[in-house]
């Protein structure tokens, strides 16, 4: 049973920990409500409409998508990279298949118009 005793006390802090942190930061805040705290900052200039009136264009959060995407892709690379005279001619082939692979990706989403901004 002592065995179990590092868990017990790992969970107790686990599950205490978010708690206690909430319980201090109730106590040690500001209790007073400001209506200027509650303002979006704009270098002191006062707003001209409320922040959650602006609409964005589904292309914005599609290009946005497509970066990550893209960027997650592209960190395949390095572990390629590293690996790259122990994968001999094998990884190389398997890197140019995955890189035609986005490119593939990349040229279908611009022929879509997905990359336009307008």
Request: with cysteine.
């Amino acid at each position: 049973m002592a065995e179990y005793i590092p868990i017990l006390v790992f969970t107790a802090v686990a599950f205490s920990f978010p708690i206690i942190t909430i319980l201090i930061s109730k106590a040690i805040r500001a209790g007073r409500f400001d209506p200027v705290k509650a303002e979006p900052y704009e270098c002191g200039i006062v707003p001209a409409s409320e922040a959650f009136d602006t609409r964005f264009s589904i292309r914005y959060y599609l290009i946005a998508v497509l970066f990550v995407v893209f960027d997650v892709e592209t960190v395949f690379l390095y572990p390629w990279a590293v690996m790259f005279k122990k994968l001999e001619l094998f990884g190389f082939i398997e890197m140019l298949v995955f890189l035609g692979i986005l490119v593939a990706a990349y040229i279908y989403a611009w022929r879509r118009g997905a990359l336009k901004w307008v």
